[in-house]
């Protein structure tokens, strides 16, 4: 089965950590990703740009329309994810648990099966 491990990020429980927490939370990543590897488990992972990075499209009355910055003002915003495969719900919580984010209060990793995906090629 594959899982979405999301990890979303508070910039408010972010900020509020030392420097030395951001720097050991994103130096978590690599052996997670080493171990996962290791484990056959790894599909993909992705990190993305800060939501101020981005831009919304919509269709309004048969006209894109483009606007700069998140679609919606939240505290948290999605900030990347790992694509795995395992042969569980139970080992994808264990997998979304080893993920240095999980760790940090005020952050968890959200786990969703994969229901369909289409890859490059088909």
């Known amino acids: 089965m594959q899982f979405l491990l999301l990890m979303h990020v508070n910039p ?8 030395f927490e ?11 990703v ?3 590897k290791a484990s056959g488990e ?3 992972t992705v990190v993305l740009a800060d939501p101020s990075e981005s831009a919304v499209a919509r269709t309004r009355g048969g ?3 483009v606007t700069d910055g998140p679609y919606l003002e939240a505290k948290e915003f999605l900030g ?6 395992c042969e569980s719900r139970e080992r994808a919580l ?5 993920i240095p984010d999980a760790r940090v209060e005020g952050l968890g990793i959200e786990v969703r099966p994969v229901i369909y995906q289409d ?4």
């Not at 408010?12 to 420097?19: G, H, K, Q, R």
């Not at 951001?22 to 997670?32: D, I, L, N, T, Y």
């Not at 990347?80 to 495969?85: A, D, H, I, M």
Request: aromatic share 10%; glycine share 10%; no cysteine.
């Open 119 to 122: 890859a490059p090629g088909s």
């Open 94 to 98: 264990e997998l979304a648990g080893m």
């Open 12 to 19: 408010a429980v972010w900020d509020a950590l030392t420097e």
């Open 80 to 85: 990347g994810y790992y694509l795995v495969e």
């Open 42 to 44: 790894m599909i993909s």
């Open 22 to 32: 951001r720097k050991e939370v994103m130096s978590g990543h690599a052996p997670f």
């Open 63 to 65: 006209v894109p329309v």
């Open 34 to 36: 080493e171990k996962i």
